[in-house]
């Protein structure tokens, strides 16, 4: 009778598998064994990074490069020294960041009160933070949207994506990674996830810049003539819309344009101050505004196929 080939059924009896199977059947299994050690899911980017660094301390690759030719007890020792590789850097990094990045790409975090030091110190500039205004429709990591009842700031993301400004994604680093915010160090992917933050733990343009009364009083007159919420009620009536809508968006380019111009403000450190431009806002709510070269503001509706 013909020699039956071992076929690698790992989980009925790992111990034959290990013996007997080639190096992919042991790959697998220590994959598998991995998983369970870590008390992580194959997938995230916290178990890739975890067995990147396993596997080069106990010198995985040649062992799976040696595994078909190793003897029984080689094999054993091999299997040994991997798994001790596993428990120790488990010990090491249960309850600690590894900085595998996955957080970082979803989104930036959101600024806490906390944070305000990192403003003092100048980690965080103008030029780094957007304010996100009462009404605007903001969309959660599990993709659930909502309408916001305060005024929140954000670190910004790279443009066309959701990765955190500060994040290099080439090398996996974070560049203030030692000085990041609150929300970045409540992130805990290894076990329960963080709570929300409260309402009143937010970071708002109040606590930076009310003291500075000629930045403070401008943004107040531009909250009292171009806040989003009177905006979007006002187009449940698009014809007494109009009225404020031309209001609201002639003001709005115009503080834009002399922060700009006058002051010498970055368009990015002008979207801090004053949150992103009204026709942005209103392209969401299917309107488009295009000022005309008559100094005036054209309203659209938007085709719902149109990208921008």
């Given at each position: 009778?013909?020699?039956?080939?071992?076929?690698?059924?790992?989980?009925?009896d790992?111990?034959?598998?290990?013996?007997?199977?080639?190096?992919?059947?042991?790959?697998?299994?220590?994959?598998?064994?991995?998983?369970?050690?870590?008390?992580?899911?194959?997938?995230?980017?916290r178990?890739?990074?975890?067995?990147a660094?396993?596997?080069?301390?106990?010198?995985?690759?040649?062992?799976?490069?040696?595994?078909?030719?190793?003897?029984?007890?080689?094999?054993?020792s091999a299997?040994?020294?991997?798994?001790?590789?596993?428990?120790?850097?488990?010990?090491?990094?249960?309850?600690?960041?590894?900085?595998?990045?996955?957080?970082?790409?979803?989104?930036?975090?959101?600024?806490?009160?906390?944070?305000?030091?990192?403003?003092?110190?100048?980690?965080?500039?103008?030029?780094?933070?957007?304010?996100l205004?009462?009404?605007?429709?903001v969309?959660?990591r599990?993709?659930?949207?909502?309408a916001?009842?305060?005024?929140?700031?954000?670190?910004?993301?790279?443009?066309?994506?959701?990765?955190?400004?500060?994040?290099?994604?080439?090398?996996?680093?974070?560049r203030?990674?030692?000085?990041?915010?609150?929300?970045?160090?409540?992130?805990?992917?290894?076990?329960e996830?963080?709570?929300?933050?409260?309402?009143?733990?937010?970071?708002?343009?109040?606590h930076?810049?009310?003291k500075?009364?000629?930045?403070?009083?401008?943004?107040?007159?531009?909250?009292?003539r171009?806040?989003?919420?009177?905006?979007?009620?006002?187009?449940?009536?698009?014809?007494?819309?109009?009225?404020?809508l031309?209001?609201?968006?002639?003001?709005?380019?115009?503080?834009?344009?002399?922060l700009?111009?006058?002051?010498?403000?970055?368009?990015?450190?002008?979207?801090?101050?004053?949150?992103?431009?009204?026709p942005?806002?209103?392209?969401?709510?299917?309107?488009?505004?295009?000022?005309?070269?008559?100094g005036?503001?054209r309203?659209?509706?938007?085709?719902?196929?149109?990208?921008?």
């Amino acid at each position: 009778m013909a020699k039956r080939k071992f076929l690698g059924k790992v989980h009925e009896d790992p111990e034959t598998a290990l013996a007997r199977g080639p190096r992919e059947v042991m790959a697998s299994l220590w994959q598998e064994y991995l998983s369970v050690i870590l008390e992580e899911a194959k997938e995230s980017r916290r178990f890739q990074v975890l067995q990147a660094e396993i596997e080069k301390a106990a010198g995985f690759p040649q062992i799976f490069k040696d595994w078909n030719d190793l003897a029984l007890e080689a094999r054993a020792s091999a299997w040994r020294r991997l798994l001790a590789a596993a428990r120790e850097r488990h010990l090491a990094t249960r309850e600690v960041c590894v900085r595998c990045g996955e957080c970082c790409e979803i989104s930036s975090p959101t600024l806490l009160q906390p944070d305000l030091p990192l403003f003092q110190q100048e980690i965080l500039t103008w030029n780094e933070v957007y304010t996100l205004r009462p009404g605007e429709t903001v969309s959660s990591r599990e993709k659930e949207t909502t309408a916001l009842q305060e005024e929140r700031l954000k670190v910004r993301e790279v443009p066309g994506s959701r990765q955190c400004w500060f994040y290099l994604a080439a090398t996996r680093a974070c560049r203030i990674h030692e000085h990041r915010p609150e929300q970045c160090r409540r992130q805990n992917c290894w076990g329960e996830p963080a709570p929300a933050p409260e309402p009143g733990e937010f970071l708002n343009r109040r606590h930076l810049l009310e003291k500075v009364p000629e930045i403070w009083e401008l943004i107040l007159a531009h909250e009292e003539r171009c806040a989003l919420r009177p905006v979007i009620r006002a187009l449940e009536d698009p014809e007494a819309a109009q009225d404020l809508l031309f209001e609201a968006l002639h003001f709005d380019h115009y503080l834009r344009q002399m922060l700009t111009q006058e002051w010498g403000l970055s368009p990015t450190a002008v979207d801090f101050l004053l949150g992103r431009p009204l026709p942005e806002f209103l392209k969401g709510l299917g309107l488009s505004a295009t000022f005309t070269p008559e100094g005036v503001f054209r309203l659209e509706r938007r085709d719902p196929a149109a990208k921008n």
